[in-house]
């Protein structure tokens, strides 16, 4: 992507934010981010395409270290545009506004909301297998000239749980912080416990045509490559989030020290429990029989500790689940501070409340139209649309880091990629390989998310009529 235009000085109102997130809430945030109910889910759907093992295991560490790559890559940009923001910084910065826009544009009507949507009704169904009649309850709304909605209570708790953590994160950056912490701490002392009691007891017996199915494919046949870039696409749906911490950059105390501690101790801490965990899952049961149980968690759990395990492995979900939506919405709504400053959004969006210290008014706009998608329904397919625009996007962030090392030199980099240019490189390389496995594997969605983001191009011109000349 080249340059169209000078990027638009930025007047992300930094300093009416707080920095307070130390080293300790930054890896915290990171891990709280990516941790929700997707570990719990995803190994079954690899394993109906890639049933075997040691494979698996395989694509659970490539996935860590190419998202330990965009770690170490995304720290640097952090620590040179230590800004709310994230990703609109790098990419205005390096690309011009229309790309930062275009990124700001996407995550708010799908990536970001839709992922609050998707990560809100997962709890809601973990949360009904306590509550059942929330699974059996539904209603039916009408709205004037649109199709009648059916509102299920699964839906209702997803709405509340959205509205209650917006509410808490209102409050300031240190309720927020504080309540994401506790989930966080609690959400992975659960995964340690099951993880490291599901290696030390007993393994349960498996039937000899089951062991005897999990024999080893054809490494060099397209089928395995097809099904390697199936489960590749899966794990790194389950770590995303890891560069959470970038948008939330403008509230990170010592940002030169702790945002790259908080982003790369808090990558290799989920690589290390998402692993743990599919060695306690491969312990319970055998790859080939993974792709029948669509909760691998609770059938690994029920094997290895019976009825009550499984039942407080779901409670750890829930847990896991409400822990990732409150990091969600905490970092989730500092993307757009930037842009509705520049005047490349709703220029309101820009209001820092001054008594909390929060944008508040960025806040509940995101969980508002959050709201909408989970009531709808459709978040989960719009999501599918923006997977091929969201790598797109992260390759480019990545590239920014070249394009800098050459347009700005002498800028202050307190921290400066490890293995440069090798990593980044290879982060690259990878995305744009995701790019064309996505692009072959789903046509039709992809074009469709690319639709999506085209939509924003007569946004952001509405929205650049309506900035006042910049002085």
């Given amino acids: ?24 809430d930054a890896a915290l ?13 995803t190994t079954s759907d690899m394993a109906k395409v890639l049933p075997h093992g040691g494979l698996l295991l395989c694509v659970w560490i490539a996935g860590g270290l190419l998202t330990l790559a965009g770690a170490l890559t995304y720290a640097e940009l952090g620590v040179m545009f230590p800004h709310a923001g994230g990703l609109y910084h790098y990419l205005k910065e390096a690309y011009g506004p229309l790309c930062g826009f275009l990124y700001g544009w996407i ?21 009904a297998s306590f509550v059942p009649a929330l699974a059996q309850t539904a209603w039916g709304l009408q709205v004037p000239g649109l199709p009648a909605l059916q509102v299920t209570g699964v839906q209702l708790a997803a709405v509340a749980a959205i509205l209650v953590l917006t509410a808490v994160n209102h409050l300031g950056l240190e309720e927020g912080a504080w309540v994401q912490n506790v989930l966080t701490v609690l959400k992975v002392g659960s995964i340690l416990v099951f993880g490291v009691l599901g290696l030390l007891v ?30 590749m696409i899966s794990v790194l749906w389950t770590y995303d989030g890891w560069y959470g911490l970038t948008c939330s ?3 990170v105390r010592d940002p030169a020290r702790n945002l790259p501690r908080g982003l790369i101790l808090g990558t290799l801490a989920v690589i290390l429990l998402y692993v743990l965990l599919n060695l306690a899952y491969l312990r319970a ?4 029989a993974m792709g029948g149980e669509p909760r691998i968690a609770e059938a690994a759990a029920l094997r290895l500790f019976g009825d009550g395990g499984a039942r407080l492995l779901s409670l750890a979900v829930l847990v896991s689940a409400f822990g990732c939506l409150s990091s969600t919405i905490l970092y989730s709504s500092r993307l757009y501070l930037p842009m509705a400053a520049d005047g490349l959004f709703f220029r309101s ?29 459709t978040y989960a397919q719009l999501y599918t649309y923006v997977v091929f625009a969201s790598v797109v996007f992260h390759a480019a962030t990545a590239a920014a880091v070249f394009v800098f090392r050459r347009t700005r030199p002498g800028l202050p980099r307190p921290y400066r990629t490890w293995g440069y240019p090798v990593i980044p490189a290879l982060f690259i390389l990878a995305c744009l390989l995701l790019i064309g496995n996505t692009l072959w594997a789903s046509p039709r969605e ?26």
């Fill in 29 to 41: 945030l990171t891990v709280g981010s990516v941790v929700g109910t997707g570990i719990f889910l």
């Fill in 249 to 251: 950059a403008g509230e």
């Fill in 1 to 24: 992507m080249a340059a169209a235009e000078p990027p638009v000085p930025s007047a992300a109102p930094d300093d009416r934010l707080v920095r307070g997130l130390g080293a300790w």
């Fill in 202 to 231: 007993q393994a349960p017996a498996r039937a000899p045509e089951v062991v005897a199915a999990a024999a080893a494919p054809d490494l060099l046949s397209g089928a395995f490559l097809a099904a390697f870039g199936f489960a």
């Fill in 107 to 127: 995550a708010f009507l799908v990536i970001m909301s839709g992922g609050i949507a998707t990560i809100a009704v997962g709890f809601g169904q973990y949360l």
């Fill in 349 to 377: 969006l820009a209001r820092v409340h001054p008594r909390f210290r929060i944008p508040v008014r960025s806040l509940w706009a995101q969980s508002g139209w959050a709201v909408l998608l989970a009531l709808s329904g």
């Fill in 446 to 471: 992809s074009l469709l998310g690319l639709a999506l983001l085209v939509l924003g191009l007569p946004a952001y011109a509405w929205f650049r009529r309506r900035r006042a000349p910049v002085a």
């Fill in 285 to 288: 049961l055998p790859a080939a």
